[in-house]
Nanobody, 116 residues
Framework: QVHLVESGGGLVQPGGSLRLSCAYSGSIGSSDLMGWYRQAPGQEREWVADIAGSIFVNYESSVKGRFTISRDRDGNTMDLQMNSLRPEDTAVYYC??????????WGQGTQVTVSA
């Protein structure tokens, strides 16, 4: 059984920063793929970033250079540091994990609102 719980969302002004955290438990291996997705109102859920192991990272083009994904395997957490936030980053952000048997797991989501 895998559980993912996000935290750290909130309201921030444009140009500000937020740090999202995903606490996970269960059968997630150290090399399993984990990542973040987001869904804005009226839009489909979209991929933001992912990490495999501790060093293999990928970012969606609009967040590259502004967001940083990291994983603390000892603490069983995965974070997303978001800097230089823009109104178009407003969305519900979801933690995702894919285990070796190709099963997908999702957290409940955390709201990020970027507004003046």
């Amino acid at each position: 059984q895998v559980h993912l719980v996000e935290s750290g969302g909130g309201l921030v002004q444009p140009g500000g920063s937020l740090r999202l955290s995903c606490a996970y438990s269960g059968s997630i291996g150290s090399s399993d793929l984990m990542g973040w997705y987001r869904q804005a109102p009226g839009q489909e859920r979209e991929w933001v970033a992912d990490i495999a192991g501790s060093i293999f990272v990928n970012y969606e083009s609009s967040v590259k250079g502004r967001f940083t994904i990291s994983r603390d395997r000892d603490g069983n957490t995965m974070d997303l540091q978001m800097n230089s936030l823009r109104p178009e980053d407003t969305a519900v952000y979801y933690c995702h994990a894919q285990t070796r048997d190709a099963r997908d797991y999702w957290g409940q989501g955390t709201q990020v609102t970027v507004s003046a």
